[in-house]
């Protein structure tokens, strides 16, 4: 077959020659995909490595936070930055049963810290993301009657009232917005 393929020039003993020519190039122009693909695959284990590296030190700081928030009452002024902190690290980073579990810790028990109004809004953002509708209708309405002057209020309230709606209650949303 490749006899009839090639010009009528050339000889069919040269045909041994240039197939195993062709098989050569093509084998030139594997090489480089394989080491590509090789590479490739080395890189998706470093980046798989570097993150469970991360996580593992996340873990091991909200681990140290949570010790340290072991030694406090939650109303406490330390008590209070550890679970700002350890709120922060959750919200940074996805951990959204650990910012619940914090930020409602920390709402509770630091209703006049400074950072109360920041921590309700992470809270809110845990809440929105695992669609617990009653939960954050509750927090955002506290939210808008604690701080009705906040910069951020427009954007809760426009969350809450599509929370309403989501829940049938279109009244409520109604008066929301």
């Known amino acids: 077959m490749l006899v009839q393929l090639l010009p009528p020039r ?50 091991r700081e909200a681990t140290r936070l949570e010790a340290e928030l072991g030694k406090y009452r939650d109303t406490t002024p330390e008590a209070g930055d550890a679970l700002f902190k350890l709120t922060k690290l959750y919200h940074q980073h996805a951990r959204v049963f650990g910012l619940l579990r914090a930020a409602q810790r920390f709402v509770a028990a630091q209703t006049n810290d400074d950072r109360h109004a920041e921590v309700m809004l992470m809270l809110l953002d845990g809440l929105e993301s695992l669609s617990r509708h009653q939960q954050f209708a509750v927090i955002g309405r506290q939210f808008l009657t604690r701080y009705p002057k906040a910069p951020q209020c427009a954007n809760v309230q426009e969350r809450l009232a599509s929370t309403l709606e989501q829940m049938g209650e279109r009244e409520d949303a109604a008066k929301v917005y």
């Open 10 to 59: 050339i000889a069919p003993q040269k045909v041994h020659s240039y197939a195993c020519c062709s098989l050569a190039f093509g084998l030139m122009m594997l090489l480089p995909l394989v080491a590509a693909n090789g590479q490739e695959e080395d890189a998706a284990a470093a980046a798989a490595q570097a993150r469970a590296t991360a996580s593992e030190a996340i873990d």
